[in-house]
Protein backbone atom coordinates (compact mmCIF):
# COMPACT_ATOMS: atom_id res chain seq x y z
CA UNK A 1 0.00 0.00 0.00
CA UNK A 2 0.81 3.44 -1.09
CA UNK A 3 1.35 6.14 2.49
CA UNK A 4 -0.63 9.48 1.44
CA UNK A 5 1.14 12.46 2.39
CA UNK A 6 -1.33 15.60 3.27
CA UNK A 7 0.06 19.11 3.02
CA UNK A 8 -1.19 20.96 6.06
CA UNK A 9 -1.35 24.38 5.26
CA UNK A 10 -1.24 27.45 8.39
CA UNK A 11 -4.83 28.35 8.99
CA UNK A 12 -4.19 31.63 9.00
CA UNK A 13 -2.23 31.92 5.96
CA UNK A 14 -4.09 34.99 3.51
CA UNK A 15 -6.35 35.92 6.77
CA UNK A 16 -6.48 39.37 7.64
CA UNK A 17 -4.70 39.99 10.90
CA UNK A 18 -7.42 42.40 12.19
CA UNK A 19 -11.05 41.12 10.90
CA UNK A 20 -12.88 43.81 12.49
CA UNK A 21 -12.85 46.33 10.39
CA UNK A 22 -14.71 43.32 7.98
CA UNK A 23 -16.88 42.83 10.41
CA UNK A 24 -17.42 46.49 11.22
CA UNK A 25 -18.39 47.20 7.21
CA UNK A 26 -20.52 44.22 7.16
CA UNK A 27 -22.59 45.09 10.01
CA UNK A 28 -22.77 48.96 8.38
CA UNK A 29 -23.70 47.02 4.87
CA UNK A 30 -26.39 45.27 6.77
CA UNK A 31 -28.22 48.20 8.89
CA UNK A 32 -28.21 50.04 5.35
CA UNK A 33 -30.37 47.31 3.82
CA UNK A 34 -32.42 47.26 6.63
CA UNK A 35 -33.23 50.97 6.41
CA UNK A 36 -33.24 51.23 2.65
CA UNK A 37 -35.89 48.01 2.17
CA UNK A 38 -37.81 49.18 5.73
CA UNK A 39 -41.53 49.36 4.44
CA UNK A 40 -43.46 52.47 3.46
CA UNK A 41 -45.85 53.39 6.38
CA UNK A 42 -49.68 52.82 6.04
CA UNK A 43 -51.21 55.80 5.51
CA UNK A 44 -54.14 56.53 8.06
CA UNK A 45 -57.32 57.34 6.29
CA UNK A 46 -58.26 60.03 5.73
CA UNK A 47 -60.48 62.05 8.15
CA UNK A 48 -62.87 63.78 5.12
CA UNK A 49 -63.46 60.22 3.72
CA UNK A 50 -66.91 59.73 3.81
CA UNK A 51 -68.25 56.88 5.24
CA UNK A 52 -69.59 54.43 2.45
CA UNK A 53 -73.75 52.95 3.14
CA UNK A 54 -74.67 50.14 2.05
CA UNK A 55 -77.17 52.04 -0.48
CA UNK A 56 -73.99 53.29 -2.51
CA UNK A 57 -72.64 49.73 -2.37
CA UNK A 58 -75.58 48.05 -3.59
CA UNK A 59 -75.83 50.95 -6.52
CA UNK A 60 -72.62 49.04 -7.08
CA UNK A 61 -73.29 45.65 -6.74
CA UNK A 62 -76.57 45.99 -9.16
CA UNK A 63 -74.49 47.65 -12.29
CA UNK A 64 -71.47 45.46 -11.61
CA UNK A 65 -72.23 41.75 -9.90
CA UNK A 66 -75.68 41.38 -10.41
CA UNK A 67 -75.25 40.11 -13.79
CA UNK A 68 -72.86 36.95 -12.43
CA UNK A 69 -74.91 37.18 -9.22
CA UNK A 70 -77.88 38.37 -8.70
CA UNK A 71 -81.50 36.47 -8.75
CA UNK A 72 -81.04 34.59 -11.94
CA UNK A 73 -77.40 33.45 -12.38
CA UNK A 74 -75.64 32.87 -9.30
CA UNK A 75 -72.06 31.91 -10.68
CA UNK A 76 -70.08 29.60 -8.11
CA UNK A 77 -72.74 29.65 -5.85
CA UNK A 78 -72.99 33.48 -4.94
CA UNK A 79 -75.03 35.90 -4.67
CA UNK A 80 -75.35 39.25 -4.25
CA UNK A 81 -78.88 40.80 -4.76
CA UNK A 82 -80.10 40.82 -1.10
CA UNK A 83 -78.19 41.70 2.11
CA UNK A 84 -77.75 38.94 3.43
CA UNK A 85 -76.04 37.35 0.79
CA UNK A 86 -74.01 40.66 0.80
CA UNK A 87 -73.40 40.47 4.09
CA UNK A 88 -72.18 36.95 4.03
CA UNK A 89 -70.20 37.35 1.74
CA UNK A 90 -68.68 40.92 2.46
CA UNK A 91 -64.89 39.19 2.78
CA UNK A 92 -64.79 37.57 -0.27
CA UNK A 93 -66.25 40.14 -2.61
CA UNK A 94 -63.78 42.48 -0.15
CA UNK A 95 -60.85 40.17 -1.82
CA UNK A 96 -61.83 39.77 -5.22
CA UNK A 97 -63.10 43.15 -6.11
CA UNK A 98 -60.26 45.74 -3.90
CA UNK A 99 -57.35 43.45 -3.16
CA UNK A 100 -56.92 40.96 -5.95
CA UNK A 101 -59.13 43.07 -8.30
CA UNK A 102 -60.01 39.44 -9.68
CA UNK A 103 -63.76 40.70 -10.54
CA UNK A 104 -65.48 41.37 -12.03
CA UNK A 105 -63.71 38.35 -14.27
CA UNK A 106 -61.23 40.70 -16.76
CA UNK A 107 -63.79 43.86 -16.13
CA UNK A 108 -66.16 43.06 -18.19
CA UNK A 109 -68.38 44.84 -16.45
CA UNK A 110 -66.53 48.14 -16.43
CA UNK A 111 -65.81 48.59 -12.47
CA UNK A 112 -64.19 51.71 -12.19
CA UNK A 113 -60.97 52.75 -9.50
CA UNK A 114 -63.16 54.87 -7.51
CA UNK A 115 -66.39 51.90 -7.13
CA UNK A 116 -63.41 49.32 -5.92
CA UNK A 117 -61.76 52.02 -3.66
CA UNK A 118 -65.68 52.23 -1.96
CA UNK A 119 -66.34 48.78 -1.71
CA UNK A 120 -62.92 48.69 0.34
CA UNK A 121 -64.15 51.74 2.54
CA UNK A 122 -67.03 50.13 3.18
CA UNK A 123 -65.42 46.91 4.15
CA UNK A 124 -62.62 48.43 6.05
CA UNK A 125 -65.78 50.47 7.98
CA UNK A 126 -67.96 47.15 9.40
CA UNK A 127 -69.23 46.43 6.08
CA UNK A 128 -73.08 47.00 7.56
CA UNK A 129 -75.66 46.23 5.49
CA UNK A 130 -78.31 48.94 6.88
Given at each position: ????????????????????????????????????????????PTAN??????????????????????????????????????????????????????????????????????????????????
Open positions: MHQHRFVVQRLDAGRAKNPWPFAAVGVVLILGAIVLLKPAPVAAATPVTFAQVKTVLEQRCYMCHGEAVQMKGIRLDNSAAVKANAQGVFQQVAVTRQMPMNNSTNITEEERQMIKRWFESGASVE
